[in-house]
T-cell receptor, first 114, second 114 residues
């Protein structure tokens, strides 16, 4: 079974700072990788996903993530955050040839101070 | 837009009560999922369903059951609610079964068991 590790559960930073959230997964085979985001009071929604091709994936609202197979990582980045990026971010994984049963990490609570 | 709705945003129940949480999706999705979300634990899969009348256990099925009599509706049942089932419950759906499929989430039901 897959598992996902997210570090630094709580992140506080100022507007215009850069953000990087780490995600490491544990699975021996090929995977599909996702970042979901939950803004305060809103539904959990997809930020971006990777399943093949260019390992640098761009998502909504200026976010990107890089898949590094050798490190079993899929880190999320944004060069300059805004107050509206305050949210909880979840990394998730499925097996590439399996079903879409997601294994989620524990999440990163990000607070951006204006 | 995909819409996943949940019958209640907030519920308060007493220990031992039978609790029904309803989820409806309007996009003819094959798959539906129930998760619980707890602070610091991320999302954990309770049950999922790939088809009408089909169900499979997730990671934490104990104390829960599900029902899928119609394609658009997936119900989560707490046969005898306990205080450790106080949580946020999220329903999700996806179009197909492939690992690359995006899951679409409802707004959640916050359940308090007294």
């Amino acid at each position: 079974a897959q598992s996902v590790t997210q570090h630094n559960h709580h992140v506080i930073l100022s507007e215009a700072a850069s953000l990087e959230l780490g995600c490491n997964y544990s699975y021996g085979g090929t995977v599909n990788l996702f970042w979901y985001v939950q803004y305060p009071g809103q539904h959990l929604q997809l930020l971006l996903k990777y399943f093949s091709g260019d390992p640098l994936v761009k998502g909504i609202k200026g976010f990107e993530a890089e898949f590094i197979k050798s490190k079993f990582s899929f880190n999320l980045r944004k060069p300059s955050v805004q107050w509206s990026d305050t949210a909880e971010y979840f990394c998730a994984v499925t097996a590439y040839y399996g079903n879409n049963r997601l294994a989620f990490g524990k999440g990163n609570q990000v607070v951006v101070i204006p | 837009d995909v819409k996943v709705t949940q019958s209640s945003r907030y519920l308060v129940k007493r220990t031992g009560e039978k609790v029904f949480l309803e989820c409806v999706q309007d996009m003819d999705h094959e798959n539906m999922f129930w998760y619980r979300q707890d602070p610091g634990l991320g999302l954990r899969l309770i049950y999922f369903s790939y088809d009408v009348k089909m169900k499979e256990k997730g990671d934490i099925p104990e104390g829960y059951s599900v029902s899928r009599e119609k394609k658009e509706r997936f119900s989560l049942i707490l046969e005898s609610a306990s205080t450790n089932q106080t949580s946020m419950y999220l329903c999700a759906s996806s179009l197909g079964t492939a690992g690359q499929e995006t899951q679409y989430f409802g707004p959640g039901t916050r359940l308090l068991v007294l």
